[in-house]
Nanobody, 122 residues
Framework: QVQLVESGGGLVQTGGSLRLSCAAS????????MGWFRQAPGKEREFVAA????????DYADSVKGRFTISRDNAKNTVYLQMNSLKPEDTAVYSC???????????????WGQGTQVTVSS
């Protein structure tokens, strides 16, 4: 089992920045690839970013490329999502997820956090 707890969400104005954190406990964090997903009101959950166990590979949704950066610190058992140039359409609940196989497909992830709310005001 891997337990994941997100933090860092909040209310920010358009153009602002936030950094989300996802702290992991349980199994060896460095054995897991990590992903961030988001779900806006009335919409399906969607992929945002993924990072391999070593940090050597990352992938991003087209909608966030150039604005968001995923990173991880295996010594701290934490994965981050730095979000810059935020837009109202980024408003969503952001969740992190862990998996032993690298993927951007959310139905392949085994472990999920509860999520943190990000609201971007116009």
């Amino acid at each position: 089992q891997v337990q994941l707890v997100e933090s860092g969400g909040g209310l920010v104005q358009t153009g602002g920045s936030l950094r989300l954190s996802c702290a992991a406990s349980g199994r060896t964090f460095s054995n897991y690839h990590m992903g961030w997903f988001r779900q806006a009101p009335g919409k399906e959950r969607e992929f945002v970013a993924a990072i391999s166990w070593s940090g050597g590979r990352t992938d991003y949704a087209d909608s966030v490329k150039g604005r968001f950066t995923i990173s991880r610190d295996n010594a701290k058992n934490t994965v981050y999502l730095q979000m810059n140039s935020l837009k109202p359409e980024d408003t969503a609940v952001y969740s992190c997820a862990a998996n032993r196989i690298y993927t951007t497909m959310m139905n392949r992830y085994d472990y999920w956090g509860q999520g943190t709310q990000v609201t971007v005001s116009s």
